[in-house]
């Protein structure tokens, strides 16, 4: 290989670390503060939204007259607004994390990620156990 190559490729490479690199680079407080409301706005939406889906769930079963199926329809109803409370929290963390680098930003993500999992798993064994009742 000849040294323009030689050159070409060590810049590629070169590149490839910084952009890397970036992956990782903790974002300014003023960025994570931003994104950090924007999460806590857009997840406070979604979790009323799930909350009046519920609630008209609910009340459609209710009519049903169905006690079964009220519950079976209640416990699905409370999964779903669990669910979007466990995803707002993640997205929350999740966007705190920014302020992080590297290994501490990684490991931050990935025990928001696990909180969030084991609500989501703790939403889906509360609603199971609900309808076996």
Known sequence: MNNRNR???LAGF???AALLAGCNRADSEREVAQD???ARKEG?????EARRDAAE????ARQGGDASETRDTTAEAQRDVRVAQAEARYN??????EALRGDAQKACKD???????AAKADA?????ATKQQ
Do not use: I, T
């Open 124 to 128: 889906e064994q509360s609603a199971a």
């Open 14 to 16: 070169a590149c490839a």
């Open 111 to 117: 025990k928001a990620e696990a909180e969030y999992e």
């Open 44 to 48: 406070a939406q979604d979790v009323a």
């Open 7 to 9: 050159s070409f490729v």
């Open 36 to 38: 950090v409301a924007e």
């Open 92 to 97: 929350v963390q999740k966007q705190g994390c």
């Open 57 to 60: 769930q609910v009340a459609e």
